[in-house]
C-alpha cells in the first residue's frame, strides 16, 4: 500500500519525526518552528524550505501520522472478519500502550482542540475519521458477503466501533482510570460476537 507518507522526502520525513518529538516535548501551546529545528538539528529555514507556516507543517504533519495508523492497520488485515475487527480495535485499543503508540495518541489528543475553530484542523480530523471508518465499514461488509456476519448497517457499525474507540483513546490519555481501556475493549467484542456474528 502506498500511504502519502511514502511521498516524503528524508528531509521531510525528518521534519515529520522531529516535529512528533517537539509536540511530545512541549505540546501545541508552546510548539515553534524554532523548537521543531532544534529537534531536527537543523536550521529554521529547512522547515520553511518546504512549509510556510507552523500550521502548514501541523496539517501535514497529521496526515503523516494518520498514515502510520492505517498502515498498521491493513498490513495485518487478512481474509477472517470476525479476527480482522478483533485486530482493528486492539491495534487502535492496546491494552498496554508502547511509548512510541502513547505519543502517536497523544498528539492526536494534543491537536483535536485545534479543530474546534480553524477549519484546515477540523478538514483533517474529518478525513482521519473518514479513512478510519472505512476501514471498518470494508471490514464489516466483507464478512456480510462471506456470511460470518448478519445482514446489519455496515455504515452504523462502523460508527458504533469508531466512537468507542476515540472516547476510550481520549479518557486513557486524560485521566488514570487505567482499566477502562480492557473493559472498552471486551464490551466491543461482546459486541461483535452479539450484534455481528451470524
Known sequence: MTTDG?????TEKEIMHATHRALVNSGYAELSISLIADELDKAKSTIYHYYDSKD???IRFLRFTVDRFEATI???IGDHPKEDLHHIIT????????????????????LSPQALDQEVFREQFTEIDIRLTAIIEKTVRRG????????VDPTQVAEHILAMIKGT???????NREAATGVAKASLFSYIDSHLIS
Open 6 to 10: 511514502d511521498a516524503l522526502g528524508a
Open 56 to 58: 502548514d507543517l501541523l
Open 74 to 76: 491493513n498490513t495485518s
Open 91 to 110: 491495534t487502535l485499543l492496546p491494552c498496554q500502550l508502547t511509548e512510541e503508540k502513547r505519543q502517536l495518541h497523544s498528539v492526536l489528543v494534543t
Open 144 to 151: 456480510i458477503e462471506a456470511d460470518v456476519f448478519r445482514d
Open 169 to 175: 483513546m481520549y479518557s486513557r490519555l486524560t485521566t
